[in-house]
């Protein structure tokens, strides 16, 4: 069945008029039907994804990332498996269902050595494991696989081509397609994840109308969404960012959380299948309701940070990330405490993406 909203049936046209939407009886509509979708197609479960943020080496120059190769003044690390075998058991004691590696593309964090440490963390936890370690070859991908990993996260950022030319730019000699190299990880069998900012200098309400199409064109089984977020000191937060805003001009889309919430609830529209997390990003722009409103917008997943806090104050990709200065007990129990809050349950067992998971299908 073709996804419809109070506006007929969902299509480039009716996203973009529900992004520009501003009456709040009118969003109040958008809230409730994205909330009901969610509630009938992947149930009042709010699974929870330990993060382990493993290495903040990277070898990209991501004009809006405070972790780039260009950002200066950060302190480098990357964690030995002892200290991410530490985290994983942690998400096991903590009852989640998963565990995801994230980190700069650093190429130190070799395909032996992700092989083997996804091989321990598999023996040790059984827990499903997510990737998210950017643009990595063939090979790598496939030895990954079938290490056991089962999941790779890869934000496309933009459907706009110059826009992600100019914020993402391609390393000496090759071509960064991101939407390639995610079909390629369905193809060796990963479930697939990906997602945009909101509000990056440069993208228009037909872009982010069109990049909310492209989840559901793809299929996509994971898709996260949050604000762009300024990082000092990065291009974006200087002169490219404002030559991009003009670019843009009235059309630019403003980082706020509403029109974030705008774009969850319509990608759980267009996707009712989907995992949604609410992200980081949004709890550090609203610290006090950012991430129930997610989670009451559309969104099902969370992703606690289990990274040990001599490793998570230099994992600073944009500043005053949520969680910060938290160990993981205390993230745990604060974000049980929300789900509590919201009357929804925790969800038990991997929650991947598939029709044990999904009530209405
Ligand atoms: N290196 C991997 C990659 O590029 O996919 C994973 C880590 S990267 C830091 C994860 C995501 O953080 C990016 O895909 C991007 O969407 C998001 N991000 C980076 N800088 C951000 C910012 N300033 N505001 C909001 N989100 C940001």
């Not at 096991?92 to 565990?99: L, R």
Request: aromatic share 6%.
């Amino acid at each position: 069945m073709e996804p419809q909203s109070g506006r007929g049936p969902m299509n480039r046209e009716t996203i973009l008029h529900w992004l520009l939407e501003t009456g709040e009886a009118r969003l109040a509509e958008l809230w409730s039907q994205a909330d009901a979708v969610r509630e009938a197609h992947v149930g009042d479960a709010i699974h929870l994804r330990g993060l382990i943020e493993v290495s903040n080496h990277c070898v990209r120059r991501c004009a809006y990332c405070g972790l780039s190769a260009c950002a200066p003044g950060v302190e480098r690390y990357r964690m030995p498996q002892g200290d991410i075998l530490e985290c994983a058991l942690r998400a096991k004691e903590y009852g989640f269902g998963t565990v995801v590696m994230q980190a700069g593309e650093d190429y130190g964090l070799t395909l032996e050595f992700m092989a083997d440490t996804i091989r321990r963390i598999k023996e040790a936890t059984g827990l499903a494991i997510t990737l998210s370690l950017g643009e990595r070859t063939r090979e790598e991908l496939a030895a990954w696989k079938q290490a056991g990993a089962d999941r790779y996260l890869l934000r496309f950022e933009t459907t706009d081509p110059e826009l992600y030319q100019a914020i993402h730019p391609s390393l000496p000699g090759t071509v960064s397609d991101r939407i390639q190299q995610l079909l390629l990880m369905r193809d060796l069998g990963y479930e697939i994840g990906t997602g945009v900012m909101v509000g990056i200098p440069g993208q228009t309400w037909e872009t982010l109308a069109e990049d909310i199409w492209t989840f559901r064109d793809y299929d996509m089984d994971m898709i996260g969404i949050g604000p762009y977020l300024e990082s000092p000191g990065t291009p974006l937060a200087g002169e490219l960012g404002e030559r991009l805003r003009a670019r843009a001009g009235a059309a630019q889309v403003p980082n706020d959380e509403t029109t974030t919430l705008k774009a969850v609830a319509l990608t759980r529209l267009l996707c009712p299948e989907t995992n949604i997390p609410a992200t980081t990003a949004l709890a550090t722009m609203d610290p006090a309701s950012g991430r129930a409103n997610g989670l009451q917008r559309g969104a099902n997943v969370i992703m606690p940070n289990l990274t040990q806090l001599r490793y998570r104050v230099l994992y600073q990709i944009y500043p005053g990330k949520a969680g910060l200065h938290e160990t993981a007990d205390i993230t745990r129990a604060k974000i049980e405490a929300q789900i509590q809050a919201l009357g929804r349950s925790i969800g038990r067992g991997p929650g991947g993406r598939g029709r044990a998971n999904c009530a209405g299908v």
